[in-house]
C-alpha cells in the first residue's frame, strides 16, 4: 500500500510541507522509520532527533517545519499519526464467532443480542451478558455475575461469583475479578478468614490491565468507577472505592478500604496503605508510598509520600550530605589542631560529635 503526502494530509486534515507528491509506504516512530516512510515528532523541540532518523516525512505540529524534510503539519499529532498507521496496518478484525459449541454455558445464563462466546469459555448459572459483548477462551464467569453492553474480556479472565460489569468495559487476559479479600483474624492461635460476602461492582468503560486483581468486598462492593483504566499487574484490595477516571500504572498496591476521588493518576509501583483517602485529581508519582490522607489536587512523590516540592528540597540536601561529611571532617581536623596549640583551652576536650567529652566544659 503506497500513498502520496498530499493524499495522507487529506485523510488527516494536515498541510503539507515540502514535496507534497513524495511516495509513502509506510509508518513508524523515530528509531524505526526507514527510506519511504512516515514518522512523527509531536514537540518542535525533538526535531533535533530527525537528523539520525531515516525517514522521508514527518508529521508535525503546525506551525514547525523541519528543516530538510517534507511534512504534513497538524493540530493533533498522535491522532493524526494514528490514523495514518492504521492506513497501513488496519487492524486485524475477528469474526463474529456466535456462541461456541465448546463453550460450557449454563442453561440459566442470559445472553444478548450479537455476543460470542468463544472455545473453552465457562458461564455460570443467573449470569447476564448484555448485547455485543466478547466472551474469549478460557474465561470464567462464575454465577451471578452481569456484565454490560460491549465489554470484551480476554482470554482466561476469572470473573467470581456475583461480579458487575458495566458497559464497554475491557478486561485483558488473566485479570481476576472478585477473588477473596485478604483479611484474617487470628483466634486460638490460627488465622481465621473474614467474611467474604461482597462482590466487585465496574462503572462503565472500565479498563482492567493483564494480570491485575480486585478482591470482593467484606459485606458490599468493592468498586471502580466510570472511565477509570487499569494498567496492567495491579492490585486493589477488599473494600476500595476507586472513583470516576483514574489512571492506575503498572504494579500499583492498594490496601483495603482506601477511596480515591476522581481523576487520581498513580504512577507505577505506588503502594497506598488501608483505610486512607485519595484527594481528587491528586497524583503520586512513582514509587510513593502513601500512609495518609492525601488532599485535593496534590503532588506527591517519596517514601514516605510527601508533597513534591517539600521531598524535592529533601533530596537536593539528601545529594549533599557526602560534602557536608567532607567539610565537618575539615572542621573536626581544624579544631583538634586549636585545642591543641591554646594553652587558653586547658583541659577543654571535644568528642568526634562536638560534644565534651563528660558533658561538662572544663577550662583551666
Known sequence: MQATLAELAALVGGETFGDD????????????A??????????????????????????????YAPDGTSAIQVDDVHQAFSTIVRYFAPPRRMPRVGISPQAAIDPTARLGENVDVHPFAAIGADVTIGAGSTI???????????????TT????????????????????????????????GFVDGRHVLSAQLGNVVLG???????????????????????????????????????????????????????TTGDYVT???QVGVRDHVHIGERAVLGAMAG????????????????????????????????????????QLQRAVDTLLKESPATGNLTLKADGGDTDGQRAVA
Open 204 to 258: 462503565a468503560d472500565v479498563e482492567i490491565g493483564a494480570c491485575s486483581t480486585i478482591d470482593r468486598g467484606t459485606y458490599g462492593p468493592t468498586s471502580i468507577g466510570d472511565g477509570t483504566k487499569i494498567d496492567d499487574q495491579v492490585m486493589v484490595a477488599h473494600n476500595c472505592r476507586v472513583g470516576r477516571h483514574n489512571m492506575l500504572c503498572s504494579q500499583v498496591g492498594i490496601a483495603g478500604s482506601t
Open 34 to 63: 526507514e527510506p519511504g516512510q512516515i514518522t512523527l515528532v509531536d514537540q518542535a523541540e525533538k526535531g533535533r532527533l530527525l537528523e539520525s532518523c531515516r525517514a522521508s516525512a514527518v508529521v508535525a505540529p503546525r506551525g
Open 266 to 268: 498513580m504512577a507505577g
Open 153 to 184: 474480556i480476554f482470554p482466561n479472565a476469572v470473573l467470581y461469583e456475583n461480579t458487575i460489569v458495566g458497559p464497554r468495559c475491557l478486561i485483558h487476559a488473566n485479570a481476576v475479578l472478585g477473588a477473596y479479600g485478604f483479611g484474617y
Open 290 to 329: 502513601v500512609t495518609n490522607d492525601v488532599p485535593d489536587g496534590s503532588r506527591m512523590i517519596g517514601i514516605p509520600a510527601t508533597p513534591e516540592r517539600e521531598q524535592k528540597i529533601k533530596q537536593a540536601a539528601l545529594s549533599k550530605l557526602p560534602e557536608m561529611r567532607r567539610q565537618l571532617k
Open 136 to 150: 474469549h477462551s478460557g474465561v470464567h464467569v462464575m454465577a451471578g455475575s452481569q456484565i454490560g453492553e460491549g
Open 21 to 32: 507528491q513524495l511516495a509513502i509506504a509506510g509508518a513508524a516512530v523515530l528509531r524505526d
